[in-house]
């Protein structure tokens, strides 16, 4: 089994608010079953994600004119309940909106997500994770997405990639994933409530930093191909 | 993008300045390319290789075997029903093997393959939108090594796709070096199954060691490995 | 002609009315269909709406039952919202467990009651540690043409500000909780929610209150929750067509006044209501 393992550096966002992005880790390939595996880290907060596919698909779930995409999501404890079900839904359509899917028509592509550990910022390291893992098993994509989580707190600073006790003192949370072309909002989910300068102010923050994930994500490949080069 | 051969690209990114065929002004995308409009897309993160004249590909790690037509792969009989075998060759769907797909089968005279036999045969028909199909002779009717692999001491690896396209490029002397040393018989399918038969069972297992571990080696490590190992065989 | 090449082409011909900035069904792309509210349906809930928007139908009914509030937290009751997709509302749905539509839908419901604070759990604790109210908010769709998260919202906030709920003392020698069934209180609704639910077709129209068909057709949706002080309390947008910030601001401002409407409505019947 090849490792690559890669650590990025405190990565500076170019906003007002100065705040910065937990240490940034991602190891592909790291699992030998599947046909691509990540696991993201975020500061303390880890997330391994494992894709199987494109493979065979349920006879009911099949889809005639493009891949079906199945997320499966692995809470630390606990059986997954009606939150995790949400959770799937939007993992779900966010890697459907970037995966190719016509080219594997009538196929199934699963994608399990494996909380390791929770410490903040979980929906934007399983986005991340789940983006590298699709890389890693080289299921044709259009983008990449990236996804940030920022925390709006109480007099109104904005503090990026929160941890769980920042999550907690905050009045809101915000997750944004972007697309690495356009860098457009593809997905959007929020917690809390919050003005929408506030909102636009979060959005432009997120924006920027994710920019700065993007250009991790090109590294965490770079490397991984390094040996090929 | 002449100036990205050779170098990583990731999905999402647009390549242009193709060089183009001189005969037919054409440029031909390979997997991981994909055209849209005036752009060429990247699907894939990989490294962008380039071939004379106009071909263009992503070279990358996948496991997942897509079957292509033309190429060569060793499946497993998994099924018997009716005038075809379907066989798994590690593909989204089995592939078909129809019984006259074997030199010298007739109607009256079927081949002998049982279900859980190995074949080597090559793709007749790979799409997206169809089942793809197998067959064991070549366009004039004759065998020309593909049919069912005898079940006699012979043993199969899983390897990465990658693998294999390195195993049978003609850069890579792995398979040259093994054979001057350990003489053995061997098949390799693009669907990242390699089959090999050495004389004695311990000299397969060395064999087929050998070529699993040398997936991120260099020629040079690669002698070195395979040394250490025929050492280790002689009882040193 | 036109039956046939919808069922032939049913983007092709939706993409011919998008064209001349209509829809279908007559609307403009920023029309949303026509709402109507019944509230107090169901005498034998605490509280009860039904909503219509368009042919889509909600209809959500309260109950109250006294319980025991967590160690944890001890002076907080409980709000449980669940909706319930049947059969019966779209050959979509099967009969069995609920789908995973509804699951997501009933999630989604109790994050807008949680981020928006429509009711403050406090309000609902009688003797702390030791009573309190448990409001179970039933959402049943009774046929679903698209668009209920929006119906969902307005039908629950009407039901919630239609609640009445006895006094309830505790009896000090028993120790059991003796309702007042001649003194009943409104309860103290704190923020008014209201959602808006956008479509986006072929990565570029973008179009409210979409019905089923449009649900099916849509490259993406996006439900913006508002409340009256002008504050976001929920975006949820689940993948689909990237949107540019300019846009989502439009989307947003759109919200704002689309919920304006609807409290104007929901305060409207309520106050046409003889209690």
């Known amino acids: 089994m090849q490792r690559y393992y890669s650590v990025g550096s405190n990565m500076a966002a170019t906003d007002e608010t100065s705040a910065l992005l937990r240490s940034f880790e991602c190891e592909q390939n790291l699992l030998s079953r599947p046909d691509g595996s990540a696991n993201v880290r975020q500061g303390d907060t880890s997330v391994l994600a494992a894709v199987y596919g494109p493979g065979e698909v349920k006879m009911s779930e099949e889809i005639i004119d493009k891949a079906t995409l199945k997320v499966i999501f692995k809470p630390k404890i606990g059986l997954p309940g009606c939150a995790e079900k949400l959770q799937e839904r939007l993992l779900r359509n966010t890697c459907e909106s970037v995966v190719l899917a016509v080219l594997h028509p009538r196929s199934g592509v699963n994608i399990v997500l494996q909380v390791i550990q929770d410490s903040g910022s979980l929906l934007s390291c399983c986005i991340n994770a789940a983006c590298m893992a699709l890389v890693d098993s080289a299921v044709p994509m259009k983008c990449l997405v990236s996804a940030v989580t920022c925390a709006v707190m109480e007099e109104g600073r904005i503090v990026l990639d929160p941890d769980s006790k920042q999550e907690k003192e905050s009045s809101a949370v915000l997750t944004f994933a972007f697309d690495s072309r356009e860098n457009n909002v593809v997905t959007c989910s929020t917690k809390g409530c919050y003005t929408p300068e506030k909102y636009q102010e979060c959005l432009s923050a997120c924006g920027a930093a994710s920019r700065n994930i993007s250009s991790f994500f090109r590294q965490a490949v770079e490397r991984r191909m390094s040996k090929e080069l | 993008m002449a100036d990205s051969v050779g170098k990583v690209v990731i999905p999402g990114d647009i390549l242009s300045e193709f060089r183009a065929s001189e005969k037919t002004s054409k440029v031909a995308l390979g997997p991981g390319l994909r055209q849209e409009g005036e752009e060429v897309l990247v699907t894939k993160g990989g490294i962008l290789r380039h071939k004379e004249p106009n071909l263009y590909w992503i070279d990358c790690h996948q496991r997942r075997y897509i079957p292509a037509k033309g190429e060569d792969v060793i499946g497993i009989v998994t099924v018997k029903s009716g005038d075809v075998y379907r066989v798994d060759i590690g593909a989204t769907q089995p592939a078909t093997l129809s019984y006259l797909a074997f030199e010298g089968a007739t109607k009256r005279n079927r081949p002998n393959v049982k279900v859980g036999d190995l074949v080597f045969a090559k793709l007749l028909v790979a799409n997206k939108d169809m089942e793809p199909e197998l067959v064991c002779i070549d366009s004039g009717g004759h065998s020309s090594g593909y049919g069912v692999i005898p079940a006699d001491g012979g043993f199969m690896v899983h390897t990465s796709l990658n ?59 690669i002698r070195t490995m395979i040394r250490q190992l025929l050492d280790k065989l002689s009882g040193f | 002609m036109a039956a046939d090449f919808k069922t032939a082409q049913p983007v092709e011909y939706y993409r011919r009315f998008l064209k001349e900035d209509v829809r279908p069904d007559g609307r403009e792309l920023g029309e949303i269909r026509h709402t109507t509210l019944n509230i107090g349906s169901i005498t034998t809930a605490e509280g009860s709406a039904l909503v219509k928007l368009g042919n889509t139908t909600v209809i959500c009914g309260i109950k109250a039952e006294l319980c025991n509030p967590t160690a944890e937290e001890p002076k907080k009751g409980f709000v449980v919202p669940n909706v319930d997709l049947p059969p019966l509302c779209s050959p979509r749905f099967r009969p069995g467990p609920p789908s995973e539509q509804a699951q997501v839908v009933s999630q989604l419901m109790a994050d807008i009651i949680e981020n928006s604070g429509v009711v403050a759990l406090e309000d609902l604790c009688i003797v702390e540690g030791k009573l309190c109210w448990v409001l179970y908010c039933d959402m049943m769709c009774l046929d679903y043409d698209g668009n209920v998260v929006d119906t969902c919202v307005i039908s629950l906030l009407a039901a919630l500000k239609n609640v009445l709920l006895p006094e309830v003392t505790v009896n000090e020698e028993t120790g059991s909780p003796v309702t007042d069934v001649e003194k009943k209180l409104p309860l103290n609704i704190r923020k008014c929610p209201v959602a808006t639910t956008f479509g986006v077709f072929d990565d570029h129209y973008l179009f409210t209150d979409p019905t089923n068909e449009e649900e099916c057709l849509a490259t993406g949706v996006l439900t913006v929750v508002t409340t009256e002080d002008n504050k976001i309390c929920c975006m949820h947008k689940p993948g689909g067509t990237a949107l540019s910030e300019s846009r989502l601001q439009d989307c947003i401002n759109r919200a704002l006044t689309r919920a304006e409407e609807v409290r104007k409505l929901i305060d409207e019947t309520i106050n046409s209501v003889e209690r």
């Open chain 2, 163 to 221: 693998l294999v396209r390195k195993i049978l490029s003609p850069n890579c002397d792995i398979l040259k070096f093994l054979g001057k040393n350990v003489p053995f018989e061997t098949a390799v399918g693009m669907n990242g199954r390699i089959w090999v038969k050495a004389k004695t069972p311990k000299d397969t297992i060395v064999v087929a060691n050998a070529i699993a571990s040398s997936e991120h080696m260099t020629n040079a490590q």
